[in-house]
């Protein structure tokens, strides 16, 4: 049974920052791809950012560019999302997600595991 499970939202005021992290067990995801998605009330799930296995070159939405930094923890199986300057337009649940798969992507659909998710709320 594999389990993806988020942690690090919470309410912080616009520009502020968060850490999240996704705790991956069951399975190692060393050579999978990883990503962030996120999705606000009323809108679909929409892509943050992707790891690939190695780690190397992350993909991010243009919105978080500079601001937002994924990264992945292969000893303890974990993925983080650095956030910083925090607008209230990044209000959402953040969700984890892992796929079978090396490279990074920015379609959902090609995810094959998530995360319950963690709210984020910015006020302004």
């Known amino acids: 049974q594999v389990q993806l499970v988020e942690s690090g939202g919470g309410l912080v005021q616009a520009g502020g920052s968060l850490r999240l992290s996704c705790a991956a067990s069951?399975?190692?995801?060393?050579?999978?791809?990883m990503g962030w998605f996120r999705q606000a009330p009323g809108k679909e799930r929409d892509f943050v950012a992707s790891?690939?296995?190695?780690?190397?070159?992350?993909h991010y939405k243009d919105s978080v560019k500079g601001r937002f930094t994924i990264s992945r923890d292969t000893d303890r199986n974990t993925l983080n999302l650095q956030t910083k300057g925090l607008k209230p337009e990044d209000t959402a649940v953040y969700y984890c997600?892992?796929?079978?798969?090396?490279?990074?992507?920015?379609?959902?659909?090609?995810?094959?595991?998530w995360g319950q998710g963690t709210q984020v709320t910015v006020s302004s």
């Open positions: 997600a892992g796929r079978v798969a090396p490279a990074v992507a920015s379609d959902p659909g090609l995810y094959n595991y």
């Open positions: 790891i690939s296995w190695s780690g190397g070159t992350p």
């Open positions: 069951g399975r190692t995801f060393n050579n999978y791809a």
